[in-house]
């Protein structure tokens, strides 16, 4: 089982759509999670951290079920400018590491 | 403030030669990491430094090299590139935020390497 696990995608989307996606991570010791965007031929880029409570940041909703092993990125009234791919990065262990593990990205369309 | 920058951006090599990529922050950046990306792949971490004059292996060091003399650069060496090390190299630093115990990355533009 890969540590960090995502649908590749696509999702297509029309503008305007709610769309959610999942993460799922194998190790239960896992401390850190994010939500970082790339687009095409780009550096990823950070669009949340993902905390115990749940966060919001505007149109985005990022929530964490450790019970279950998976983060969720929840955007809502989709954007043309929101195609992209987005990855799911955990710290799988406590502090004193940096090896941050990257999903392999789940694509985003959205129409027109 | 350029964040992080990457040189070069663009390179291709016969398998064989050798080349350097160099990574620079202006951010003042503890920690700084050397990824790199292919197709169908997660980001994989090459090696990393948590401060000048520290490196440490990451997933998939084999065949790669770094230093961090100063405290704003890491280089990534390619002593005898081969066509397996065709891939997209992105560079990262970032620093620990002590209250939440985590840390954001930020990347460089990234460098297409292709060796033929």
């Known amino acids: 089982r890969k540590e960090v696990e995502q649908d590749p995608g696509p999702f297509n989307v029309p503008e305007g759509a709610t769309v959610a996606f999942n993460c799922t991570y194998s190790n239960s010791a896992s401390q850190s999670f994010f939500w970082y965007r790339q687009d095409c031929r780009k550096e990823p880029k950070l669009l949340m951290s993902v905390y115990s409570s749940g966060n919001e940041d505007g149109r985005f909703t990022a929530q964490l079920n450790r019970a279950s092993q998976y983060i969720s990125l929840l955007i809502r009234d989709s954007k043309l400018s929101d195609s992209a791919t987005y990855l799911c990065?955990?710290?799988?262990?406590?502090?004193?590491?940096?090896?941050?593990?990257f999903g392999t990205g789940t694509r985003l369309k959205v129409l027109a | 403030n350029a964040g992080v920058t990457q040189t070069p951006k663009f390179r291709v090599l016969k398998t064989g030669q050798s080349m350097t990529l160099l990574c620079a922050q202006d951010?003042?950046?503890?920690?700084m990491y050397w990824y790199r990306q292919d197709p169908g792949m997660g980001l994989r971490l090459i090696h990393y430094?948590?401060?000048?004059?520290?490196?440490a292996k990451g997933e998939v060091p084999d065949g790669y090299n770094v230093s961090r003399l100063k405290k704003q650069n890491f280089l990534l060496g390619l002593e005898s590139a081969a066509p397996s090390q065709t891939s997209v190299y992105f560079c990262?630093?970032?620093?620990?935020?002590?209250?939440?115990?985590?840390?954001?990355?930020?990347f460089g533009p990234g460098t297409r390497l292709t060796v033929l």
């Open positions: 951010m003042n950046h503890e920690y």
């Open positions: 430094s948590v401060g000048e004059g520290t490196t």
């Open positions: 990262a630093s970032s620093n620990r935020n002590r209250v939440v115990r985590t840390d954001t990355q930020y």
């Open positions: 990065v955990v710290n799988p262990t406590t502090s004193g590491t940096y090896k941050y593990i």
